[in-house]
């Protein structure tokens, strides 16, 4: 059960037992987990206002919540008296500080982990005696939480207002003025809103000389937006502009006729509050440094682990296929000193510009609102449609069915060994390898990339592309130290008739990659639009052979080439637009798994029992290579059934926004993600390596029986 209704079971069972027994009193040696006491600022005049304070103390590990708690908690509810006589009309709105943010389960909370007050007006009846004090109380009602448990708390508060004469001065409280400086700032200016699909645009003035850090608001109407999703905010001058996922269940219709809120503007709890009513918000502008949700690791920090994890993926299982293209670039990079740091150059400028294009298209699709990461471009069919076309065009030419210029370095290959192709690609051919390289060595996230990735989509354009560049750079690396230090040239082997040998034996695992890409097509798009790809990729490669054929006869096949494969080409690539695509039956696990949600992790949690977060896709080589060697097996079956471990598996072949928010709050860009948690909250969640071992699950299993 989900702590909100978990907690609204327990709230609605003490409810009853008051409204049949009366007030319950606690029991000496049970006081609230939340301390409270009713304060009052000073004396007040006949007929005017006086501030009020419920002052709450939590013990330490308990929270309370803000008027909005979020996706969890309940706000307080007060019932207010003059005597005994109910007054609820002579006090005011309750004022409540600045709250914090609690992610627990990808579950958002505004709570109050530290001691605070909630300010309350009153009005001091004018037909008051001055002399007097006026006895006033308050039934207040709140929930008290810890991570783990949720508990009602109620109790009956009073006080006493002295009554002085018109006009006389009430002394100053300093309590009270730390207390009224914890409260949110009126905002001077309207706000306003827009809608815009899935997210709402807040327009709020805010004068640009003021400083945010780690921002981000708190919207005080329920059931809006979605608390847990990121939120992204810009610059336009004076004003900030603020995305907010919008609530699934609230749909996607136009902008609420207001929206009350409260800006946090930094860690000290500085804020101000703001009404916004319908109006344009336009998109864009400079992205601030640190939201809610920015890394705190150093830029420096993170360029390395960028660099490292670039350098990483040329060993990633996932990559191996694209290997076959760069070894053959390796074997003759010894033909000539000054052409093999050209080739390598331009090698390593096709791999960066791959990777900061890569990187800005999804940039630019995550300001529009869409909810995607890294090798966001293998979810749609359309792309995967146009790379089984590519690769099996790299398969044909790595047989020699035919002879193709790009990427270049094949024709050398041939044309040492007395083979068809001519001698044009050298720096043009590298610079085509590299990109065919990042665009096809993107898929997966190795170590050091995830944390490097996942920062990207957070920080501010310019440092998220240094981190796009480094990733290229480092995938690029091993070229360019053979490029430019000779003894590495020099120990790779010499030109020869063993590279049409090696070429052939390359031309295997490209044509598994054509067949992973066929597989990922019906995955992705079911098996209408796979067999019309297969249709169209059955008529590209008798395309092929009939150019290798006039090719051998020296006959002109540029026209019948480049137009063919444009024209099959497009084909391929409007065949999931033309027909709605459909999902495949659910292939069968061999480790038994829940679909992954937030509210299903919230509700494993909550049982008690281990949960193992599985999240994969059918495009990540990478996970399938994990899933074959650690997860479905039958020792971690039976160590996972042993110990009772509740299996939610993640599947992003698809977009899936709920996934990538998740994947976002964990600090990583793209799959695969393993992460454990070994017992209900505080226990903290364990993120696995992306590379498992065989006994890596059954070893955590071993810690949680022992």
Same mark, same amino acid.
């Given at each position: 059960?989900?702590?909100?209704?978990?907690?609204?079971?327990?709230?609605?069972?003490?409810?009853?037992?008051?409204?049949?027994?009366?007030?319950?009193?606690?029991?000496?040696?049970?006081?609230?987990?939340?301390?409270?006491?009713?304060?009052?600022?000073?004396?007040?005049?006949?007929?005017?206002?006086?501030?009020?304070?419920?002052?709450?103390?939590?013990?330490?590990?308990?929270? @309370?919540?803000?008027?909005?708690?979020?996706?969890?908690?309940?706000?307080?509810?007060?019932?207010?008296?003059?005597?005994?006589?109910?007054?609820?009309?002579?006090?005011?709105?309750?004022?409540?500080?600045?709250?914090?943010?609690?992610?627990?389960?990808?579950?958002?909370?505004?709570?109050?982990?530290?001691?605070?007050?909630?300010?309350?007006?009153?009005?001091?009846?004018?037909?008051?005696?001055?002399?007097?004090?006026?006895?006033? +109380?308050?039934?207040?009602?709140?929930?008290?939480?810890?991570?783990?448990?949720?508990?009602?708390?109620?109790?009956?508060?009073?006080? @006493?207002?002295?009554?002085?004469?018109?006009? !006389?001065?009430?002394?100053?409280?300093?309590?009270?003025?730390?207390?009224?400086?914890?409260?949110?700032?009126?905002?001077?200016?309207?706000?306003?809103?827009?809608?815009?699909?899935?997210?709402?645009?807040?327009?709020?003035?805010?004068?640009?000389?003021?400083?945010?850090?780690?921002?981000?608001?708190?919207?005080?109407?329920?059931?809006?937006?979605?608390?847990?999703?990121?939120?992204? *905010?810009?610059?336009?001058?004076?004003?900030?502009?603020?995305?907010?996922?919008?609530?699934?269940?609230?749909?996607?219709?136009?902008?609420?006729?207001?929206?009350?809120?409260?800006?946090?503007?930094?860690?000290?709890?500085?804020?101000?509050?703001?009404?916004?009513?319908?109006?344009?918000?336009?998109?864009?502008?400079?992205?601030?440094?640190?939201?809610?949700?920015?890394?705190?690791?150093?830029?420096?920090?993170?360029?390395?682990?960028?660099?490292?994890?670039?350098?990483?993926?040329?060993?990633?299982?996932?990559?191996?296929?694209?290997?076959?293209?760069?070894?053959?670039?390796?074997?003759?990079?010894?033909?000539?000193?000054?052409?093999?740091?050209?080739?390598?150059?331009?090698?390593?400028?096709?791999?960066?510009?791959?990777?900061?294009?890569?990187?800005?298209?999804?940039?630019?699709?995550?300001?529009?609102?869409?909810?995607?990461?890294?090798?966001?471009?293998?979810?749609?069919?359309?792309?995967?449609?146009?790379?089984?076309?590519?690769?099996?065009?790299?398969?044909?030419?790595?047989?020699?069915?035919?002879?193709?210029? =790009?990427?270049?370095?094949?024709?050398?290959?041939?044309?040492?060994?007395?083979?068809?192709?001519?001698?044009?690609?050298?720096?043009?051919?590298?610079?085509?390898?590299?990109?065919?390289?990042?665009?096809?060595?993107?898929?997966?996230?190795?170590? *050091?990339?995830?944390?490097?990735?996942?920062?990207?989509?957070?920080?501010?354009?310019?440092?998220?592309?240094?981190?796009?560049?480094?990733?290229?750079?480092?995938?690029?690396?091993?070229?360019?130290?053979?490029?430019?230090?000779?003894?590495?040239?020099?120990?790779?082997?010499?030109?020869?008739?063993?590279?049409?040998?090696?070429?052939?034996?390359?031309?295997?695992?490209?044509?598994?990659?054509?067949? !992973?890409?066929?597989?990922?097509?019906?995955?992705?798009?079911?098996?209408?639009?796979?067999?019309?790809?297969?249709? =169209?990729?059955?008529?590209?490669?008798?395309?092929?052979?009939?150019?290798?054929?006039?090719?051998?006869?020296?006959?002109? =096949?540029?026209?019948?080439?480049?137009?063919?494969?444009?024209?099959?080409?497009?084909? +391929?690539?409007?065949?999931?637009?033309?027909?709605?695509?459909?999902?495949?039956?659910?292939?069968?696990?061999?480790?038994?798994?829940?679909?992954?949600?937030?509210?299903?992790?919230?509700?494993?949690?909550?049982?008690?029992?281990?949960?193992?977060?599985?999240?994969?896709?059918?495009?990540?080589?990478?996970?399938?290579?994990?899933?074959?060697?650690?997860?479905?097996?039958?020792?971690?079956?039976?160590?996972?059934?042993?110990?009772?471990?509740? =299996?939610?598996?993640?599947?992003?072949?698809?977009?899936?926004?709920?996934?990538?928010?998740?994947?976002?709050?964990?600090?990583?860009?793209?799959?695969?993600?393993?992460?454990?948690?070994?017992?209900?909250?505080?226990?903290?969640?364990?993120?696995?390596?992306?590379?498992?071992?065989?006994?890596?699950?059954?070893?955590?299993?071993?810690?949680?029986?022992?």
């Amino acid at each position: 059960m989900l702590p909100r209704y978990r907690c609204l079971v327990a709230l609605l069972l003490q409810w009853l037992v008051m409204a049949v027994a009366g007030p319950v009193q606690a029991q000496p040696g049970a006081p609230n987990h939340i301390a409270a006491a009713l304060r009052v600022e000073g004396p007040a005049a006949p007929g005017s206002t006086v501030m009020v304070a419920l002052e709450m103390k939590p013990a330490k590990g308990w929270h @309370g919540y803000w008027s909005n708690p979020g996706d969890a908690g309940f706000g307080m509810t007060l019932k207010w008296y003059q005597g005994d006589v109910a007054a609820d009309a002579d006090f005011g709105t309750p004022l409540y500080p600045v709250p914090d943010t609690l992610l627990i389960a990808g579950l958002m909370n505004h709570v109050y982990e530290h001691d605070y007050a909630v300010l309350v007006p009153y009005r001091v009846p004018a037909a008051a005696r001055p002399g007097s004090v006026l006895p006033i +109380a308050v039934k207040a009602q709140w929930l008290a939480c810890t991570d783990a448990v949720c508990v009602p708390e109620q109790a009956r508060l009073e006080a @006493g207002v002295t009554v002085t004469a018109p006009g !006389a001065a009430s002394p100053a409280s300093p309590q009270f003025d730390q207390w009224r400086a914890r409260l949110p700032a009126p905002l001077g200016s309207p706000a306003r809103i827009a809608a815009a699909g899935p997210v709402l645009r807040l327009g709020i003035p805010l004068p640009q000389s003021v400083a945010l850090e780690r921002p981000h608001v708190f919207v005080a109407d329920e059931a809006l937006v979605d608390y847990a999703a990121p939120q992204e *905010f810009r610059r336009q001058g004076d004003l900030l502009v603020v995305t907010l996922r919008r609530n699934p269940a609230a749909g996607a219709g136009a902008a609420p006729a207001a929206l009350h809120g409260v800006l946090k503007l930094n860690r000290a709890g500085d804020g101000v509050t703001f009404t916004a009513a319908p109006g344009a918000v336009a998109a864009g502008g400079a992205l601030v440094a640190e939201g809610a949700d920015a890394p705190s690791t150093p830029l420096v920090w993170l360029v390395l682990a960028a660099l490292a994890g670039g350098l990483l993926l040329n060993v990633m299982p996932c990559v191996f296929p694209i290997l076959s293209l760069k070894a053959l670039s390796l074997a003759r990079a010894g033909e000539s000193e000054a052409e093999a740091r050209t080739e390598g150059l331009a090698y390593t400028a096709g791999v960066v510009l791959a990777c900061s294009a890569l990187g800005a298209v999804l940039l630019a699709l995550r300001a529009g609102g869409s909810e995607v990461g890294w090798a966001f471009q293998l979810q749609d069919p359309s792309v995967v449609a146009l790379l089984l076309l590519l690769a099996l065009a790299i398969t044909a030419n790595l047989a020699g069915v035919y002879e193709f210029a =790009v990427p270049g370095f094949v024709n050398r290959a041939s044309s040492a060994t007395g083979g068809t192709g001519s001698r044009s690609g050298g720096a043009n051919g590298a610079f085509a390898t590299g990109l065919l390289a990042a665009f096809v060595a993107t898929p997966c996230t190795g170590p *050091f990339m995830a944390a490097a990735m996942g920062a990207a989509l957070l920080l501010p354009v310019a440092e998220a592309m240094l981190l796009f560049v480094a990733l290229g750079v480092g995938l690029a690396l091993p070229f360019l130290a053979i490029a430019f230090v000779p003894p590495l040239r020099r120990a790779l082997p010499r030109p020869g008739g063993w590279m049409v040998r090696f070429r052939h034996a390359m031309a295997v695992p490209m044509g598994l990659t054509a067949l !992973a890409l066929a597989w990922l097509t019906w995955r992705l798009a079911g098996p209408v639009i796979l067999a019309l790809e297969l249709a =169209v990729a059955l008529a590209a490669g008798l395309l092929l052979v009939e150019l290798g054929r006039r090719q051998r006869r020296g006959a002109g =096949v540029a026209r019948l080439g480049g137009g063919g494969l444009v024209a099959l080409g497009l084909a +391929a690539a409007l065949v999931p637009v033309a027909i709605a695509p459909q999902a495949p039956a659910a292939a069968r696990d061999g480790l038994p798994s829940q679909p992954f949600s937030a509210a299903a992790l919230a509700q494993a949690r909550a049982s008690g029992k281990p949960v193992f977060v599985w999240m994969t896709a059918d495009w990540c080589l990478t996970c399938k290579v994990n899933e074959r060697v650690a997860i479905d097996r039958a020792e971690t079956r039976a160590a996972f059934a042993g110990a009772e471990v509740v =299996v939610l598996k993640g599947d992003w072949t698809r977009r899936d926004p709920e996934i990538t928010r998740y994947l976002g709050a964990q600090g990583a860009a793209g799959v695969p993600l393993y992460v454990w948690y070994p017992g209900p909250a505080p226990a903290a969640p364990v993120t696995l390596p992306q590379l498992l071992t065989p006994d890596s699950l059954v070893a955590l299993t071993q810690k949680v029986r022992s």
